[in-house]
């Protein structure tokens, strides 16, 4: 091959670094989650691995499974090389006595890299503060962890116009706890839109995300605003993730149920 052809692969990867450049994305690479939360068992996490190896995942994509604990190394042995696998919470404390806990180096001895903390899950069930899980992603963080972290309003509270006065405060929480932003990945979940069929409109979403960005910039620094990269999750699905990639600073997806179907394959090239 002369140095003037390109392969297929090569063509689709300086098509999409274009593609970056017209949308001001350049340098966020595009990520994708599967919150699979409590779902699945050892055949349906094989249906799982099976659709995630036939189809092709975009080389300059980033796709990250969250994996209940008990089945974390069943499907780290097992998963295509181009995913990783994420536990779907970790504790703020690395080992104690804690019964029922998972610790960030118990999730590195297994090779996992990922968490997802401060899911509006754990926030409204199992009562999590803004404290608690800034305590998480500080310790995550600390231990090599990579970490997805969570942010989201009510429906009462977007209603009330305070969509940006809960995200605000949520990262603050993190703000004062750590200093590294380098490993971290925001996930706006308005939690009105989690499991409810109803999302929030590519406008609605750009607006929010637009809003962090700024907040960011503001106060942790402009260099991290503009690397740092922000998903969006809310019911998200096959017939409307183009729309809301589209968005200048949507670079992603948090997806739930969405992730345990063969659909997941188009939500994950959606940015093509």
Not at 122 to 132: M, Q, T, Y
Not at 210 to 216: E, F, G, P, S, V
Not at 248 to 255: W, Y
Request: hydrophobic residues 40%; contains cysteine.
């Amino acid at each position: 091959m002369s140095k003037r052809e390109c392969s297929p692969k090569c063509a689709e990867k300086a098509l999409a670094t274009e593609k970056r450049k017209i949308s001001g994305k350049m340098g966020r690479t595009f990520i994708v989650g599967g919150n699979w939360k409590m779902n699945g068992d050892r055949k349906t996490i094989d249906e799982i691995i099976k659709f995630l190896k036939a189809d092709d995942i975009p080389t300059d994509n980033e796709v990250v499974v969250g994996v209940p604990a008990l089945y974390l190394d069943y499907v780290q042995q097992r998963k295509p090389k181009n995913v990783e696998v994420a536990a779907q919470n970790c504790y703020k404390a690395d080992k104690g006595a804690f019964t029922g806990e998972i610790s960030p180096s118990m999730l590195k001895d297994l090779g996992i890299n990922w968490v997802i903390l401060g899911h509006s899950e754990r926030r409204k069930v199992f009562g999590e503060s803004d404290e608690l899980v800034a305590e998480k992603t500080a310790l995550a963080l600390e231990k090599g962890l990579k970490v997805i972290l969570c942010l989201g309003e009510t429906l009462e509270e977007r209603e009330a116009g305070k969509t940006n006065e809960v995200v605000f405060r949520q990262i603050k929480a993190v703000v004062d706890k750590i200093k590294d932003w380098k490993n971290v990945v925001i996930a706006y979940e308005p939690v009105w839109a989690i499991g409810t069929g109803k999302t929030a409109t590519p406008e609605q979403a750009q607006e929010v995300h637009d809003a962090l960005r700024k907040w960011i910039a503001e106060n942790i620094g402009k260099d991290v605003a503009e690397t740092i990269r922000i998903q969006y999750g809310g019911s998200v699905t096959a017939t409307n993730a183009k729309e809301l990639a589209a968005q200048n600073d949507i670079d992603g997806f948090l997806v739930g149920g969405a992730s345990l179907k063969p659909e997941f394959m188009d939500i994950i090239s959606a940015n093509k």
